[in-house]
């Protein structure tokens, strides 16, 4: 994980979150992202660290593609079965929100915050794997 302000973007925290995962985790994995991710930058770097991905392209890029004819090149490849597993990534993120402390973010350091999103995640991981209850 890794904490920006509140107004910055998704889509420029990419780059340093996938030099973390590949630090801690060097196995193959194809990244599941929403249009937000659909930047032609975004998809030239994951196309140069040879890391697939499922991004849906936007109305906008799509039209301007289908303007420039022959030249536009073709669609990005796109499985519509593959984003259904998104689901499970929302839900977490929606159990995660059901926090007060973390959907209201009372905590006046940002390194205090982030470790109440790091035990909350990890607690929430645990009580959705252990189908044991205490």
């Known amino acids: 994980m890794l904490l920006t302000s509140g ?3 998704d ?3 990419l780059v340093p979150l996938l030099e973390a995962h590949k630090i801690q985790d060097a196995t193959q994995f194809r990244l599941l992202a929403d249009k937000s991710y659909s930047h032609p930058a975004t998809r030239s770097e994951l196309r140069s660290r040879r890391i697939r991905h ?5 109305s906008d890029q799509n039209e301007r593609r289908k303007a420039k004819g022959l030249a536009g090149g073709r669609p990005p490849a796109f499985d519509r079965a593959i ?3 998104r ?3 929302e ?3 929606n159990r995660l929100k059901h926090l007060r402390g973390i959907a209201t973010r009372y905590d006046k350091y940002a390194t205090t915050f982030l470790g109440g999103v790091l ?3 990890i607690v929430t991981f645990h009580e959705s ?3 044991d209850t205490i």
């Open 7 to 9: 107004q910055a973007g």
């Open 129 to 131: 794997t252990n189908n």
């Open 91 to 93: 839900r977490g993120f």
């Open 119 to 121: 035990l909350a995640a």
């Open 11 to 13: 889509n420029p925290q």
């Open 54 to 58: 499922t991004i849906p392209e936007r």
């Open 87 to 89: 689901n499970t990534v």
């Open 83 to 85: 984003p259904k597993e």
